[in-house]
Nanobody, 114 residues
């Protein structure tokens, strides 16, 4: 499975961005898809996840501001509203296969200026 993420950029606080992630390869085996982020000098943490059945889970820090969606087995999106400077990070798309293997895309940089 290969993952291609896009949509990052530089915005001001309060603005919005939409990240996209497209999977290719053995997409029929994908269960969960989602996003992690890694701020400078910090660890990579979960932002949001969506299951093949459409169930979602969010980090407390983004609840009410971010929305994850999925339109088929291979595309997932992260709508980020009311962005804050602390949302600045490299965002990574991931896919969890039914067999338990996890695949990662290359990160996309999100920078929020105050």
């Amino acid at each position: 499975v290969q993952l291609q993420a896009s949509g990052g950029g530089l915005v001001q606080a309060g603005e919005s961005l939409r990240l996209s992630c497209t999977a290719s390869g053995s997409i029929a085996n994908i269960n969960n898809m989602g996003w992690y982020r890694q701020p400078p000098g910090k660890q990579r943490d979960l932002v949001a996840v969506i299951t093949s059945g459409g169930n979602t889970r969010y980090a407390d820090s983004v609840k009410g501001r971010f929305t994850i969606s999925r339109d088929n087995a291979k595309n997932t999106y992260l709508q980020m509203n009311s962005l804050k400077p602390e949302d600045t990070a490299v965002y990574y798309c991931y896919a969890l296969l039914n067999a338990g293997m996890t695949y990662w895309g290359k990160g996309t940089q999100v920078t929020v200026s105050s």
